[in-house]
């Protein structure tokens, strides 16, 4: 289950850079793609950079950040920053009570202008560092009483917004009163604002995170729930980056709620059920929109898009040899980026995983050792039918 997060700080040119967005659009993700087994075909180029771990142990990165010079990756509530060449250099911060110090981090990311990095802790704190070494700049105190924030979006001037999936328990079946599952907040902490009405259980999944970095110092927010709206931070709020469902196959709205359930309790149900459910990783990079979603059995399924040629696309399904599936985790504008442990590359070659098999088979072409686990990016190459 080793996964890695990677962090980004952006030169001013790349924070500037505004990746496409098809606001409006609604794209039934299963009529446009074609299931495949094989996908080496569809790459147009692959870097594999290995990981030395040998100073610092790396058990199941939860979120990665890609900045020009560093990745950074959430693991175990702690954030680990390498170079790109893939050694070792810090921790963000430490395990603590004390300043600059925290218990766990629940979701990070970079500041609009790419100098801080900002720690989302489970009691809703955001600690602020230096992007550029490190230093310890000061904490920002949120006010969210009976929940716990799921994710973190940098906007304009230092200001930020929180994702609460869901609201406390004993409130999770009553719709009766709105609750916002995204909140704005300046600089202070204080709220300014709040979007994206609750109107079903979003699923808080620890394991993969609803936020993901897209295209340039931009983060995108995931459904989190059946299908619906991808969301970006744009400026001062979120707006909405592409609708996303699976047609006939989209888990019914309210599934959860089936026969009066705790919505916890149907879990088993909703993840053997044979629809797609909890779209996450969603991003656009390139031309191509990609995001994964849980299918049957929870089987993870990867969704790749070319927006300019029809919506023409792939999908697969990763299976993994021994530990988590294998989605991306973080995009920048050409490319997408993925995590994979030591131990799924052990038997790569014969993975069930199409894209473990690819990145396999590149590193033993190009005589890379698989005895760490690796970043690596990919270009795709999905064209329309007439080409």
Request: hydrophobic letters at 35%.
């Given at each position: 289950m080793n996964k890695k997060i990677i962090l980004f700080v952006y030169c001013t040119l790349l924070i500037a850079c505004s990746a496409p967005t098809h606001e409006g659009e609604s794209v039934d993700l299963l009529t446009v793609t074609d299931e495949v087994d094989e996908i080496s075909s569809y790459i147009d180029r692959l870097e594999v950079i290995p990981l030395q771990t040998d100073s610092v142990i790396i058990v199941s990165p939860v979120k990665t950040l890609i900045t020009e010079s560093s990745f950074l990756f959430l693991d175990g509530g702690l954030v680990n920053k390498f170079d790109r060449q893939g050694h070792f250099q810090t921790t963000i911060g430490r395990i603590g009570r004390g300043p600059g110090e925290y218990i766990h981090v629940v979701d990070f990311c970079l500041s609009d202008k790419g100098d801080e990095f900002l720690l989302l802790t489970h009691q809703n704190q955001v600690l602020r560092f230096s992007?550029?070494?490190g230093t310890y700049?000061?904490?920002?105190?949120?006010v969210l009483p009976g929940v716990t924030a799921n994710g973190i979006i940098p906007l304009k001037g230092g200001n930020y917004a929180l994702y609460v999936p869901n609201p406390p328990t004993e409130l999770l079946s009553d719709?009766?009163?709105p609750f916002y599952c995204v909140r704005y907040y300046n600089t202070s902490g204080k709220e300014?604002?709040?979007?994206?009405?609750?109107?079903?259980?979003?699923?808080?999944?620890?394991?993969?995170?609803?936020t993901m970095q897209t295209g340039g110092n931009r983060f995108t927010l995931a459904p989190s729930a059946s299908s619906g709206p991808v969301y970006v931070g744009e400026g001062g709020r979120l707006k909405q980056l592409i609708n996303i469902h699976f047609g006939s196959k989209s888990l019914p709205a309210r599934f959860a709620f089936r026969n009066g359930k705790d919505p916890w309790e149907a879990m088993d149900e909703i993840g053997m059920s044979d629809y797609y459910k909890y779209p996450a990783?969603?991003?656009?990079f390139?031309?191509?929109?990609?995001c994964s979603a849980f299918g049957k059995d929870f089987e993870v399924w990867n969704f790749i898009v070319n927006m300019d040629a029809e919506h023409k696309g792939i999908r697969w399904k990763s299976v993994p040899n021994s530990s988590k599936p294998l989605w991306a985790v973080a995009a920048d504008t050409q490319h997408l980026f993925y995590y994979c442990?030591?131990?799924?590359?052990?038997?790569?070659?014969s993975s069930e995983d199409p894209m473990i098999r690819t990145v396999s088979r590149y590193m033993d072409q190009n005589g890379i050792p698989k005895n760490n686990p690796i970043i690596f990016k990919v270009g795709f190459k999905i064209r329309s039918h007439e080409e």
């Open positions: 992007s550029s070494d700049l000061g904490q920002i105190n949120t719709f009766s009163n300014s604002g709040a979007d994206l009405l609750r109107v079903d259980f979003r699923m808080p999944m620890s394991f993969q995170l609803p990783s969603a991003c656009l390139d031309q191509y929109f990609y442990s030591e131990t799924e590359l052990e038997d790569g070659d």
